[in-house]
Structures are given as C-alpha cells and as structure tokens.
C-alpha cells in the first residue's frame, strides 16, 4: 500500500530554517509494500544540532499520521548535493514534497520522467497484440497509459511518472524482456 502523505495537507509545524521534507523510496512506489516511509528534511543552512532537533520534530508530528515507521535523514542543501549523498538521486528523482505536494525535483525547475523503450520485433503477432491492449487498453478497459498519466511518444518508447515505474516495467516483463527504463529530468 503506497502511504501518499505528500497528498494529505499534514499542516506541519516547522521550522523556516527547513528549505524541504520529501517523502522518497518505496513508500512512493505505485502498488509496493513498504515497511518504513523515508523521509528526508532538507535545511538551509543551519548547525547540525538545530537540524537534528528539527529533524526529530517532524518525525514526531509525522509518526501520528501513519502507522508504518518513520526513517528520517536531515541535510542541509549543501550536503544534500554532495557527491557522497547516495540517496541524493532518489529524493531527487522520486521525492515528494510534503510542503508543496509536487515532485522535490520541481523546486530546481525540474520534472522527473521515467521512459522505457521497447522492442516488439521478436514478439509472435498475438503478443504484439496483448502488448498494445496492455498500454491502450481494449474496448471499454482502460490501458496502462491511461490509467497512470503515460504518454506514448513513439512507437517504442512511453513516458511515465516515477512512483509507477515497477507497475509498467512488471506488466511489459509479462510480455518481452526487450525493453530499457531511463531517468529523464527536463
């Protein structure tokens, strides 16, 4: 079950030293099961001191509105861009803001998309077929691409948001393994 806490107006109590708080990793995932949410705090610039009471803060507010665990992790935007940051590119591509209720990438002026490409060329006709209902859709059944906001933009290559990147990815498997997922940011 996805725990969507950016799409609930939580009405947080915090700090103007909190540049973000970004839910990431599998908590945003379309159809996962996670056993924590991930959560990051991201600071302007402020001591480590201030930022880890801020941080326990939030986590505190925040145990309230789900049962699943909280794991927080606090930053300042200085070491959130540090090469060393592993989790940086996962808040990055897949964090949503609490506050702003969009994407983390959107307060740079980014949008994160996932594209696949794809290849049906090996495929007998009757899969090329179930391929094509299983991301259009057949008579009044909505298609994946429907259903999840996905854009075909060539034959062989769909554009998707990130939280259903393992819907698409396991229902193509179902029908070729010819296929590659890549992050776009625009």
Known sequence: ??????????????????????????????????????????????PVKFQLNHAQNIKKQLKEKTELPIHIKSFDLYSFFDPGN??????????????????????????????ISYSLQKLVKKDKVRFHYMLKGKKNNSGLLNKYNGELLNPGLIEIMPEYEQVFIKNIEKITKEYEAKRVLY
């Open 1 to 46: 079950m996805m725990q969507k806490l950016w799409q609930k107006k939580l009405k947080l109590n915090y700090s103007k030293d909190i540049f973000d708080i970004v839910q990431f990793g599998s908590s945003v995932m379309e159809n996962s099961s996670p056993n924590d949410i991930d959560i990051a705090v991201i600071f302007k610039n402020i």
């Open 86 to 115: 592993f989790a940086r590119e996962n808040i990055l591509f897949y964090g949503k803001s609490l506050i702003t209720e969009k994407y983390f990438a959107e307060r740079f002026g980014l949008k994160p998309k996932i594209q």
